[in-house]
Nanobody, 123 residues
Framework: QVQLQESGPGLVKPSQTLSLTCTVS??????????WSWIRQPPGKGQEWIGY???????HYSPSFKSRTSISRDTSKNHFTLQLSSVTPEDTAVYYC???????????????WGQGIQVTVSS
């Protein structure tokens, strides 16, 4: 069973870039038909899909985040990263990494999840 673990700073200043890493164990991020996503949940709101990087290395982003998001990977470390630029306090949320067996843009399609990491945007 694949396991995912988020890491990164818990506090980011407004206008800076939020950077998180998801380390995967129990499976490779290059295995066929794996789609590796970032999903977030702001306080009091529902989950929001941000984007994914596929097992091929191709990426797909939500239109809501596309202009300021980059998802990349390091196959030698079996991890993938999220960079979200120009953050504001509205980007405060619990950020999750997750895996789906097919291209998925809604959180309920993901079958493996990290525990989540709280990120607060504040000066």
């Amino acid at each position: 069973q694949v396991q995912l673990q988020e890491s990164g700073p818990g506090l980011v200043k407004p206008s800076q870039t939020l950077s998180l890493t998801c380390t995967v164990s129990g499976g490779s991020i290059t295995t066929n038909y794996g789609y590796w996503s970032w999903i977030r949940q702001p306080p009091g709101k529902g989950q929001e899909w941000i984007g994914y990087i596929a097992y091929t290395g191709s990426t797909h982003y939500s239109p809501s985040f596309k202009s300021r998001t980059s998802i990349s990977r390091d196959t030698s470390k079996n991890h993938f990263t999220l960079q979200l630029s120009s953050v504001t306090p509205e980007d405060t949320a619990v950020y999750y990494c997750a895996r789906a067996p097919k291209p998925a843009t809604t959180p309920h399609e993901y079958d493996s999840w990290g525990q989540g990491i709280q990120v607060t945007v504040s000066s």
